[in-house]
């Protein structure tokens, strides 16, 4: 039933395609590559290598300009204040969905941590390592997932396909209730992580369609600090709900309450969340117009849902790419392994089920301060590295107290303190995955980059909880002598990611200036509206003066520039902008460290 409701689903989301034409968007733009080439007296025989790509790899956002009658090569002017009411009607569109699945995908998640004080593993006689394997196993599924998930993403309707495996995962965890055996347990969390799979990869994703670079850090970091505020309060309603006398286990009231409304959700997220800015029902033409500028100085395109082999192989042959998904497996390491075991470190110093619950919620509010104040600090700087490896250093402090000091009701104060101090670490995983995200463009290699970060972070957490066992209890000193190791290794690679960025910018600047453009780019897409406005005004205004200058001298004019002034104009400085070429393409990209 859920394979005819996927299928008839897509069938009704998909634009309609015939034979000679498979994508709308391809037809679109041989369409008015047709018109252009016909229009010059010369022929197309005439025309640029360059021109020619361009115009083979727009993406949708282009499409619609050309739809509309703009070039997608005109710069249009966005004032302040319009920048902020659609940013304003995007926010207000799109994060409440994203919010509410966010956090369902982690509460689903972590609902196998609240079963376990409420008597999971004695109920369906768990032995050994196998409680390990149920928090495993979800990301070992969305592992296996992670690549056909990015063919997905590029090839259907993102806000459609997301929702739909939004069902499934809720349907799946309602009917995990009733598992009652290792076997039945371990086939539900695997279809669970499978169908959860989707989440991140396509958050991230909608983030980098709809927000500008500097924007985007805060969005990720918000729907990120969902997995904070489930030990708030998750803790709560599980302390609530277990508290019901009924003739299920807790955690099968657990289980049951929290799939149905999944389920809901996943109906809300079908009809309202849009798949594209350019497919918005929310906004006007002009507001899509407006909503489609506001990128264009990320340098990255919307979305094109035609699948390139080769922005796929050059994601695979990107140094950057492999330096992501290191970092972000070592800090997915410890992040699975104290998120599955973290409740039963502190049972060992906190017998009572009821108060080890409670006491995720100060922790959960301090995980919320940590992603926020990170997430915002990192956009006020406009650096990821540094910040990340300020975050470390707390969780080393905090990890070395839980292993020196015994495990018992005598040193409470002390564990809990170096328990708090874990806490930083859920600020470094949306910065990584907003780090890749704004470094990287080209639709294809974007979903092919980010599904290769989320295999590192699958790949983390499946190595996580094993290196906890309940046999090791109260101390479980492996995996916290280990979790000091992750950290450390994740400083060291924060500062060769910064080093090769910051070398990538300066190949790009002798690229540009090897075409006649100026080395240094202004990166405005990291910039409030307002100082864009200002930048821009100053830009015209050195532009009108070496323009002046340069017809007084009769200084020849360039490819790309002013045909008076000799300097480049802004048209040509956001030509490639929706163009789907990715970011090593594109010697305009400017990459942020």
């Known amino acids: 039933m859920l394979s005819k409701l996927f299928s008839t689903t897509l069938k009704l989301a998909l634009p309609s395609q015939s034979s000679a034409s498979p994508n709308p968007y391809r037809a679109l733009n041989q369409d008015e590559d047709a018109n252009e080439e016909g229009e010059r007296p010369d022929g197309p025989s005439h025309a640029s290598d360059a021109d020619s790509q361009l115009k083979n790899h727009r993406d949708a956002a282009a499409m619609l300009l050309i739809k509309l009658g703009r070039s997608p090569d005109e710069v249009i002017t966005v004032s302040p204040a319009d920048d902020a009411r659609i940013l304003r009607r995007i926010d207000l569109a799109l994060l409440p ?20 004080i409420f008597g999971l593993i004695g109920d369906t006689g768990l032995k050994g390592d196998e409680f390990s394997w149920l928090g495993s196993i979800v990301y070992l599924a969305q592992l296996i997932m992670q690549l056909p998930l990015a063919w997905a993403l590029v090839k ?14 809720g349907i799946t965890l309602t009917l995990m209730t009733w598992a009652h055996t290792f076997g039945q347990l371990m086939a539900a969390r695997f279809f669970l992580g499978a169908f959860e799979a989707c989440v991140g990869p396509a958050f991230v994703a909608i983030t980098q369609m709809w927000w500008r670079r500097r924007e985007q850090t805060l969005r990720i970091g ?19 709900l277990a508290s019901i006398h009924s003739s299920l286990k807790p955690y099968q009231i657990i289980f049951l309450f929290f799939g149905i409304v999944t389920v809901a959700v996943s109906g809300a997220m079908f009809f309202w969340m849009p798949d594209s800015p350019t497919e918005a029902k929310f906004l006007t033409d002009n507001d899509k117009i407006i909503a489609i500028e506001r990128l264009r100085n990320n340098q990255m395109g919307v979305m094109s849902r035609e699948w390139r082999y080769a922005h796929f192989f050059e994601a695979l042959r990107d140094v950057k790419t492999w330096l992501w998904v290191t970092m972000i497996f070592c800090i997915s390491v410890p992040s699975n392994g104290i998120s599955t075991f973290g409740p039963l470190i502190i049972h060992s110093f906190v017998t009572d089920p009821f108060k080890t619950i409670l006491f995720n919620v100060p922790v959960g509010f301090s995980h919320v301060i940590a992603v926020s104040l990170s997430a915002y600090v990192s956009m006020r700087w406009k650096l990821k590295g540094p910040v990340i490896a300020i975050l470390c250093i707390p969780p080393i402090i905090g990890f070395s107290i839980l292993l020196h000091f015994p495990h018992d009701a005598e040193h409470r104060a002390v564990l809990l303190a170096g328990y708090f101090c874990l806490s930083t670490f859920t600020g470094i995983t949306p910065l990584i995955y907003s780090w890749s995200a704004q470094n990287t463009a080209g639709d294809t290699k974007r979903k092919c980059t980010s599904a290769l970060v989320f295999i590192g972070s699958s790949a983390g957490n499946i190595i996580g909880p094993l290196l906890f066992t309940p046999d090791e209890a109260p101390s479980y000193s492996r995996g916290l002598r280990a979790n000091v190791l992750f950290f450390t290794i994740v400083i060291v690679l924060v500062g060769i990611t910064s080093l090769y960025l910051k070398y990538l910018n300066t190949h790009h600047a002798k690229r540009r200036v090897a075409l006649g453009k100026s080395a240094t780019v202004l990166d405005m897409s990291l910039e409030t509206a307002e100082e ?14 070496t323009q002046r200058l340069s017809v007084e001298n009769g200084d020849t004019r360039l490819e790309g520039e002013d045909e008076e002034s000799g300097v480049q104009t802004e048209d040509a400085k956001g030509r490639k902008a929706f163009a789907d070429i990715t970011d090593l393409e594109n010697e305009d990209f400017v990459f942020v460290f």
């Open 97 to 116: 969905l994203m919010l509410s699945v966010y956090f369902l995908q982690a509460l689903d998640k972590a609902t196998l941590s609240y079963a376990s």
């Open 156 to 169: 259907l309707p993102i806000g459609k396909f997301t929702s739909i495996m939004v069902l499934a995962w």
């Open 222 to 240: 918000s729907w990120y600090c969902m997995n904070g505020l489930t030990w708030v309060f998750g803790s709560l309603i599980t302390y609530g």
């Open 532 to 545: 864009v406005e200002r930048m821009e005004a100053l830009e015209r205004a050195m532009r009108e003066g």
